[in-house]
Every structure is written in structure tokens, then in C-alpha cells.
């Protein structure tokens, strides 16, 4: 039996400004605890400008082992 007091995330990102003011933005996570079967380490790589990001990502675990790309949209909603 684990909870949440058992695990541990540390992550770390790094943004930098690129071409016509998109950002890229590094990322590192690393999981340690007994709430998933093993320890992970993530790894992403974001672009992104006006809301639009486009993403990919990497975890290193048993069953999750492939790159996923992706793309997202934010919209701001003044309330």
C-alpha cells in the first residue's frame, strides 16, 4: 500500500526566447516513490506563440517508452 507521502517529483525547466518572440521552453522530471510501479524520467520539448504550443515528450518507463508529439491551444477567458 503507498500514498501520496511515499513519492517524490523533481522537475526543471528552462525557457529561452527564439524567433519572432516564440519561447522554447526544456523540460526534465524525474519520479521517485511507490505510487507507480518504477521510477520515471520525463523529458519535453515545447514551442511556443500566441497560445499555440507544439510539444514533445518522452518518458522513460516500461510502458510507456515512445516520443509523443503534440499540439495545444490556451485561450485566456476574463471572468
Do not use: C, M, P
Amino acid at each position: 500500500e503507498a500514498d501520496f507521502g511515499d513519492t517524490l517529483y523533481l522537475s526543471a525547466d528552462y525557457n529561452i526566447t527564439v524567433f519572432n518572440d516564440a519561447e522554447l521552453t526544456f523540460h526534465l522530471g524525474r519520479y521517485t516513490g511507490k505510487w507507480l510501479e518504477e521510477d520515471t524520467t520525463d523529458f519535453g520539448l515545447l514551442l511556443s506563440k500566441s497560445g499555440v504550443t507544439l510539444g514533445l515528450s518522452k518518458v522513460n518507463a516500461t510502458d510507456a517508452d515512445n516520443i509523443k508529439l503534440y499540439v495545444s491551444y490556451q485561450i485566456d477567458i476574463g471572468l
